[in-house]
């Protein structure tokens, strides 16, 4: 039977949430998972970022509306694959999938992109937001089967450093790449590789999970010959039950609210971001070299924060009051972004906020759904993480494109234009705080 080790979280003050002893070896592998599944996609977010910012800034709406139609066609075949299949087999097949299509681009994505076939940048553009959406979302529905909610709150940050790591290298990988004049479509083959890489760790700790219900499940009788453990058989339900439980569920639909106004500001600074790069650099090469640059400092922000910071913060001021900080956060780098506008603003803020996002607002709404149900973590946190995540994004977009075309607002003006949206979001995350402390209460008794 596997060991789960007794939680001493709420008797014994540790200051830097180290992992217990009897959880070191799964919060390693669980690290090293997420190391494989940023590094797969950073090197191609800094490619896809520079494709984009080829075509015209009114461009930038249609991508992320196709980007959300495609979020909304792969979730009824995604429910039908964990409903009727294992977990191991229906997110394998995820993985594998992703592998097969990077292979397909790299034979089709011509290396120039010209007028004629700009049509295929933003085919990429579309499918890398929707599958990378999909892996970080399945990883951590792995991660928070695996481990229960005290765990979570001291071991979350561990397993997002090791993400954090995973997108520095990626990142670096990108910039050396477009500093050296390499091809950047190779990169597609370095990412096929540590997809493959990757899954094998994330069936690892489906095999071994630190959940004590779940773990004892695991270590009993082996269940008979040609039929699944229970905590290992397919879940069941309707193609479109992840959405019923995030309309029914008040803790998911507030996080649903939260997570589509916070990705609409994100997209608004994203929008600012790609104005002003598309007019400081002509070169491809240099603005995918701008772009890794900008990836790389966020992410070493984030990787400070989340040694120093993560746990610590989830632990004594709790997950409600850790989601705060992101929406707060942003609306102070808004603000500073209206009074200083400019390619270096965008620099500090898109830093920042990558930072907070990782560090902070991540790691608690991992947390929570660690209170979920199987259903929950593996039907509606998809959804969240993809659908509602892309229909953030398309509402920024929309947003930002209307006050700049229609309203006629500058850069400056449309800066202080996403404040409010960071004030929904702390809404959103204080009317957690009550539901929050009740899920946790009915786990204890």
Known sequence: MPRVPKDSSQTEPRAWMLPLPGELKCVAVAALAFFGVM????????????LAAERKL?????LFSATWLGMLVVQPPFAALVARWPRRRSLGTVFHTTTACLLLFYWLVPSSIGAQSQWMGAVFYVWLSVFNLFTISLA????????SHAQAKRVFGWVGLGGTLGAIAGSRV??????SGGDPLQLLLFSALVVELAWPLLAWILRHPMREPVAAAAGAKSAPKGQLPAHEAALGGGLWEGVRLTVSNPVLALIAIFMLTQTAASAFLYSEQQALVGLEFTDRAARTAWLARTELWGQVATLTAQVFVTGPLLSSLGVPIALVLYPLGSMLLFLWLGLNPGLAAVFAARVGMRGLDAACSRPARETLFSLASRAGRFKAKPFLDTFVYRSGDAVGAWM??????AMQLSLQA?????????????????????RVKELTRDKQT
């Open 174 to 179: 990108a910039q050396s790449w477009a500093d």
């Open 140 to 147: 951590w529905a792995v991660f928070t089967d695996c481990f």
């Open 39 to 50: 590094l797969w996609y950073f090197p191609l977010r800094s490619l896809r970022d520079a």
């Open 414 to 434: 449309l800066a202080f234009a996403a404040i409010p949206l960071g004030l929904a979001g702390i809404a959103a995350a204080l009317a957690l705080r009550p």
């Open 400 to 405: 930002f494109r209307f006050g700049q075309q």
């Open 58 to 62: 009114s461009d930038l709406p249609w």
